[in-house]
T-cell receptor
């Protein structure tokens, strides 16, 4: 069975600090996809990134970066120079490609508060 | 505009009264899925559909039904709602479900009393 663990329930930082959100996953599948989503206080869910298991290259998008390490089954998300607008709940998720293609598992989320 | 539309957005209903939450997408996506979100439990997948007439159970399918008779619609049916189904529900879609951007609806707050 697949599992996603976000050990950090809540993180609080001051604006302009860098912050890393951890995500550890478990799966028996050799081909899978990892995702990060953002849920701001307004409640909607926003897709941030998808990474497939064959691509371990780190990704950077503006102030956001993602570090995928298969050796440690981790897919961590870093926000550089955080801003108040980054305050949200962030979810990591896993989707397999084999027999359970389409089935997705979310972590419990990390609530990030960025204080001015 | 690409969107996933859920209705109703808010509903208070009574135990046992059948209800349907509709979900429609305008992007010709093959994949659609339903999730529920409860405090401290993140999002849990209820059902998903890889294409028309193909549906599969997620992690928490008990008490729910779905159908996928046409590509754009994926209704969630609560045949006999119970208070433990009080939750925030999200519908989502993507082109294939495996390797594309996921689009979410705005969410439906359901309260069963």
């Amino acid at each position: 069975a697949q599992k996603v663990t976000q050990a950090q329930t809540e993180i609080s930082v001051v604006e302009k600090e860098d912050v890393t959100l951890d995500c550890v996953y478990e799966t028996r599948d050799t081909t899978y996809y990892l995702f990060w989503y953002k849920q701001p206080p307004s409640g909607e869910l926003v897709f941030l990134i998808r990474r497939n298991s064959f691509d371990e290259q780190n990704e950077i998008s503006g102030r956001y970066s993602w570090n995928f390490q298969k050796s440690t089954s981790s897919f961590n998300f870093t926000i550089t120079a955080s801003q108040v607008v980054d305050s949200a709940v962030y979810f990591c998720a896993l989707s397999e490609r084999g027999l359970n293609a389409g089935k997705s598992t979310f972590g419990d989320g990390t609530t990030l508060t960025v204080k001015p | 505009e690409a969107q996933v539309t859920q209705n109703p957005r808010y509903l208070i209903t009574v135990t046992g009264k059948k209800l349907t939450v509709t979900c429609s997408q305008n992007m010709n996506h093959e994949y659609m899925s339903w999730y529920r979100q409860d405090p401290g439990l993140g999002l849990r997948q209820i059902y998903y559909s890889m294409n028309v007439e193909v549906t599969d159970k997620g992690d928490v399918p008990e008490g729910y039904k779905v159908s996928r008779k046409e590509k754009r619609n994926f209704p969630l049916i609560l045949e006999s709602p119970s208070p433990n189904q009080t939750s925030l529900y999200f519908c989502a879609s993507s082109l294939t479900g495996l390797d594309n951007t996921i689009y979410f609806g705005e969410g439906s707050w359901l309260t069963v009393v």
